[in-house]
């Protein structure tokens, strides 16, 4: 039923270990890819910066064969499954997976085939999810929250995902029941890379101790977090503002804001933070001054136990309906 | 002791009307040069896109030469003064002149001469202003509020100076006693035409019913305006939220959020508003839902007015030291 893989060149695949399907992450901006075998183990792992929002539809197929041919099984065989989340199944990219509506699990039990020109590959791509009021949509997440409920299956309480667009996720009873989007990685990058804080803010760099500094005052003040950007300027024109501490305050003080304002959402509740670890560290560090103990959970992690747990939702699904896998 | 413009083809100028001085406002991304009869008779106007941003120090004569070159009285005829307010004042833009510092005046009685390599100049750049604590500064707004103390000289109140970054100043007994500036529309700009919210925010449009209903939010819970953003986004993909609403709802949202963090400033005062016709009018709205009452002041006059204070403060000094005027 599966094929072994035959070339010694490709990297990171031990000769004879199958390749049973493929778990694709395709975000806007990059593809990340793992070689599966069983259910749950990755034994490769590749990505490319051919991004959903780079791609014309007919694109699609031709980056995802670019990247993950070398571990389909071969014309003639059963056709590779290929789960993909993220992006790739936006509105204008390679093909629409209508958004689920909360409150529902975070991934359908029999996500739509899409079309290939290439008998090699079976590819299903996950929906996203959205919420009708206040209205707020997801692409991507809601594969780590059902890796994270396909790990935890009892898990009651929030999930914070932060990133370019941060997502607060109320979990309950396997669905999410409601979430919020913050933009705040992106006005970081806008904030320090494009306004006039550009002059005075580090490229890079960390000050742990001013990151806190600023987080603390935009939970106290999240009103007032508007009221402090321009000191930052103005703080190295007329005083000695180091570039760095310039950077980590502006993001304690975004980050702070955002928190003091997704009080609803953490308040009294399990919290488990799946980014990037940098990232999560400084959010679990500021929500630790509000009095929180929040977990970390890997997010490459959550994303694969995610797109398994969907494959191994349609292997049952197929078994079931004895089709042939 | 005037010259009188020679030319016909000089726009704008009547023949036989007299340049006596040239009123200069050099900011960051253009010019704007005024031909001034008396103390405070503009008689024409000029612009370049020679902003002090693009220029490197020895490109400011030329650049001024060019915008104003035949408003000058001829070679052997004393200089002309012309007074700068704005960027070319600040450091590394033509020459430093250094902030005054708060409380002060808003411009000082005796600004630096700016030496020039043609004899025909007699140029001076105004200073801007800046705070200690917390750090802030201004450039070019100290000279608005100058014309505003030239016109009301009891003024006692807030001004409020709207612009890519809007400035809170409260002046009393002809001082500027504290400032606070906000990011709001390089915040809008950024957000508008930079970040996801560029998809589904019209580029220009206005809707007044949807701005208020977002300066009402803002004002209302300010803290809540983080988590308003994204939504922008949302309420296009899963609803049809349109783009001129949306438009209008995001600068509602950053202006009301402004406003309610700036209530120390215009709580209880008497608040004229100095800025783009359209953009004042937008504060007002926004400032009349918190119950303010606030006039608005044309920027451009009070600009003009700034630099004939300072023209005029100097030649009273200049005539009372018995120096050539």
Known sequence: MTSRTSSPLIDGIADGIAVDWIAVDWGSSNLRAWAMNGTSRPISETSAATGASTLAPDAFEPALLGAIGPWLREAGQPPTDVIICGMAGARGAWVEAPYGTVPCPPSPANPARVPTTDPRLAVRILPGLSQTAPPDVMRGEETQIAGLIAEEPRFDGVACLPGTHTKWVH????????????????MFALLAGQSVLRRTVAPDGWDEAAFLAGAEDGLARPDRVPARLFGLRAGALVGDLDPVVARSRLSGLLIGGEI??????????????????????????????????????????????????????????????????
């Open 171 to 186: 979990v309950s009873a396997g669905e999410v029941v409601s979430f919020a989007s913050y933009m705040t990685g992106e």
């Open 260 to 325: 003091a304002a997704a009080k609803p959402y953490w308040l009294g509740r399990d919290v488990v933070l799946i980014g990037a670890p940098a990232l999560s560290r400084a959010y679990g560090g500021a929500l630790a001054l509000a009095g929180l103990d929040a977990r970390e959970a890997d997010a490459t992690a959550m994303t694969i136990a995610g797109l398994a747990a969907a494959r191994a939702a349609l292997r049952t699904r197929v078994a079931s309906n004895g089709a042939h896998p």
